[in-house]
């Protein structure tokens, strides 16, 4: 993955927002108390992630959450922004599709991760778009929060390497 900064990343999350808003985020009432301002918590249950505001409000997006026993709960932090990522399967998802290539280049069709990635510091997972939008709303993932490309463009510009990411059931 490379890491994209400074005019061209405005520049790619400005040129994905200009196609139209995402209807699939909305902004919804939520607890002050439950996090800080900034902070993103998914809720694996309802397969939605939501970005705090911190004014008792957030903006709700719908995602794919991992797969039965690929589910994790717990803190993580954001430790990159990579728009247009190049994807190198992890050694579990290779097992079982041993005929995946070892990197499939950014802005691939066959490209999983989609226009942009928030990885975070827990192992391999990440916060990224998707190649298969009818997946949004499932448990589809090896772990990793899928979002529509729109919404994770639009999820990359309001965070920033070290946001905390709260996943719970």
Same mark, same amino acid.
């Given at each position: 993955?490379?890491?994209?900064?400074?005019?061209?990343?405005?520049?790619?999350?400005?040129?994905?927002?200009?196609?139209?808003?995402?209807?699939?985020?909305?902004?919804?009432?939520?607890?002050?108390?439950? @996090?800080?301002?900034?902070?993103?918590? *998914? =809720?694996?249950?309802?397969? /939605? !992630?939501?970005? #705090?505001?911190?004014? %008792?409000?957030?903006?709700?997006?719908?995602?794919?959450?991992?797969?039965?026993?690929?589910?994790?709960?717990?803190?993580?932090?954001?430790?990159?922004?990579?728009?247009?990522? @190049?994807?190198?399967?992890?050694?579990? *998802? =290779?097992?079982?599709?041993? /005929? !995946?290539?070892? #990197?499939?280049?950014? %802005?691939?069709?066959?490209?999983?991760?989609?226009?942009?990635?928030?990885?975070?510091?827990?192992?391999?997972?990440?916060?990224?778009?998707?190649?298969?939008?009818?997946?949004?709303?499932?448990?589809?993932?090896?772990?990793?929060?899928?979002?529509?490309?729109?919404?994770?463009?639009?999820?990359?510009?309001?965070?920033?390497?070290?946001?905390?990411?709260?996943?719970?059931?």
């Amino acid at each position: 993955m490379h890491k994209q900064s400074g005019w061209a990343a405005a520049a790619f999350v400005a040129a994905m927002l200009a196609a139209g808003p995402a209807v699939a985020r909305e902004l919804v009432a939520f607890d002050a108390a439950a @996090a800080e301002a900034g902070t993103v918590v *998914v =809720r694996t249950a309802e397969r /939605r !992630l939501y970005f #705090v505001n911190g004014d %008792g409000t957030a903006i709700r997006y719908p995602v794919a959450v991992g797969k039965a026993g690929k589910q994790w709960t717990g803190y993580a932090r954001i430790d990159g922004k990579y728009l247009r990522p @190049a994807w190198s399967p992890p050694d579990e *998802v =290779r097992r079982d599709n041993p /005929r !995946l290539p070892e #990197v499939i280049a950014g %802005g691939s069709p066959s490209n999983p991760m989609g226009v942009a990635a928030l990885t975070l510091d827990r192992g391999e997972y990440a916060i990224h778009g998707t190649n298969r939008p009818g997946s949004i709303g499932t448990f589809a993932s090896y772990g990793c929060i899928r979002m529509f490309n729109q919404d994770v463009a639009d999820l990359y510009g309001r965070v920033q390497v070290g946001t905390t990411v709260v996943v719970t059931r």
